[in-house]
């Protein structure tokens, strides 16, 4: 996909992941309408980028009514929709599924999970409405194909995800429109700080991939027109541990976690 001059929805766009992915977009020439909850973040983001091919939108993923209100303000700023990278995400206290509240539970199933899923149907028309290529992009995680103890819910949130975008591919496959999937490993972000979690270095055997690289590499895999990515060693490294022997290697990760 030719990126330059296209029209792009970036969530989580405040900071990590998602603050670089609207950054290179906007350096490659794209128009980006990047949303957040933190408002803050989204006034720092304007005035580092400093371009009037940014705007930025206060929603809440994890609300239908403002991802509804963000589409009828979009589209009085633009024309058409090209592409939408659902970044946004949150992770949960690392603690048991027994030991989690409903409170907890439904929200990171309605950042991770509902919210894409409720952006995409909000927007399909508009994707879909010509023949002009489109792209969806939806961010999932290494807790999305491999388990982790302590974060189950959070992973199931990411599977869910994996499988809409699976899902997706097949519903569009005669269509204009080309989705993507990404399995991002550990990235240095301030995902536990965002999430309210306070998380003790249980990447500490990896190296973490810097916000920059894991964006340039989820727009590159974009121009190639990719379907799957994985991104970071230990994403690669636990998708290979997982195809040899799945119980084996959660029971792995499990004693490495303790």
Not at 25 to 33: E, Q, R, S, T, Y
Not at 225 to 246: E, Q, T
Request: hydrophobic share 40%; charged share 25%.
């Amino acid at each position: 996909m030719e990126l330059r001059r296209k029209n792009v929805i970036v969530t989580g766009a405040a900071s990590g992941l998602g603050k670089e992915l609207t950054k290179q977009l906007i350096d490659k020439g794209c128009k980006v309408a990047a949303i957040d909850i933190n408002e803050e973040n989204l006034k720092k983001l304007r005035e580092e980028i400093n371009n009037r091919r940014l705007k930025t939108y206060v929603v809440d993923m994890s609300s239908q009514d403002s991802i509804k209100n963000f589409r009828i303000d979009y589209l009085k700023d633009y024309t058409a929709v090209d592409v939408i990278i659902n970044n946004a995400g949150i992770i949960q206290p690392f603690t048991k599924v027994s030991e989690l509240n409903d409170g907890i539970i439904n929200k990171v199933m309605n950042v991770n999970f509902f919210g894409p899923l409720n952006l995409i149907r909000y927007f399909m028309e508009d994707l879909t409405k010509d023949r002009d290529e489109r792209y969806i992009v939806n961010v999932s995680s290494m807790g999305g194909f491999f388990p982790f103890p302590g974060q189950t819910v959070y992973g199931a949130s990411k599977a869910a995800l994996k499988i809409l975008t699976e899902g997706l591919y097949a519903e569009l496959m005669d269509t204009n429109v080309h989705v993507m999937v990404v399995f991002p490993g550990a990235i240095n972000t301030d995902i536990a700080k965002n999430s309210n979690v306070e998380i003790d270095n249980v990447n500490g055997s990896y190296k973490l991939l810097e916000a920059d690289q894991a964006a340039a590499q989820i727009i590159k895999g974009m121009e190639k027109n990719k379907f799957k990515l994985f991104l970071g060693s230990d994403s690669k490294f636990l998708k290979f541990l997982y195809k040899i022997n799945a119980k084996w290697a959660i029971r792995f990760i499990g004693n490495k976690m303790k």
